[in-house]
């Protein structure tokens, strides 16, 4: 058992790595809580590999799990998996690009015994306007599509209960490409989502892996997928 099991999804992040993974064990050591950082190579091809074993090697808080590229959703859902299967009894997911400030984490952290789910709430982008917008489009698509509103559906700062994860993982679309929105959804209707306003910083390494137009056809077949799903996530 653990208290805390830290999913962190990566994908050609080499640059960004060392910084974000120091920097977030460093605050979490701070927080004296005993925890695992999970760090999920998503089949990195521009030489994470080599780093994280030194960084490996540096913390023994970090085990790397690596798996061929399957994208983002489902680099998250299978460090959900791992964490279950530890034994952690609350699960944070972050992604690796350091936008996620280590401090808004303590706020988050405190409110625990209250909440069963935290999310961080991106209410300022450093990103740019256009994923601002993307961000507040997603989420009424989403309540379109399930009558579900989630303000923030696919924020990669939420803090969740391990039962929370057992029972939105349950209904994550096998092979789902933004399966976060799936777990956010459940999660809001079934058990309420606490949220904590965070700044979402500028990426530390390269750029998304995701163009906008893109973006915006995921989105589309996202709102698809969610109504074709929307009795499992609201049973």
């Known amino acids: 058992m653990t208290d805390l099991a830290v999913v962190m999804p990566a994908y050609n992040e080499r640059r960004a790595l060392g910084i974000v993974i120091a920097q977030w064990i460093r605050h979490l050591r701070r927080l004296r809580c005993d925890f695992v ?90 990103d740019g306007l256009a994923r601002l917008v993307i961000s507040r489009l997603l989420s009424g698509w989403v309540y379109v599509a399930t009558g579900v509103f989630v303000r923030d559906a696919n924020v990669p700062y939420r803090l969740m209960r391990r039962d929370t994860v057992i029972d939105s993982l349950d209904v994550v679309p096998s092979g789902a490409d933004l399966a976060n929105i799936f777990i956010a959804v459940r999660q809001q209707h079934a058990f309420g989502i606490e949220w ?40």
């Open 37 to 126: 950082l999970l760090l999920v190579d998503d089949g990195s091809t521009d030489g994470s590999e080599e780093v994280l074993v030194d960084l490996a090697d540096a913390y023994p808080e970090l085990v790397v799990v690596r798996q061929p590229n399957a994208g983002h959703g489902q680099a998250c859902v299978t460090g959900y998996r791992q964490a279950v299967n530890l034994g952690a009894a609350w699960i944070l997911q972050l992604d690796s690009d350091g936008q996620c400030d280590p401090d808004d984490f303590a706020p988050m952290w405190s409110t625990r015994e209250r909440h069963p789910v935290v999310y961080g709430y991106r209410r300022r982008r450093e």
């Open 196 to 235: 904590r306003d965070i700044v979402f910083r500028r990426r530390l390494d390269g750029h998304s892996h995701l163009p906008f137009a893109a973006a915006v056809g995921k989105t589309f077949a996202l709102a698809r997928a969610l109504r074709a799903a929307r009795s499992r996530l609201r049973r």
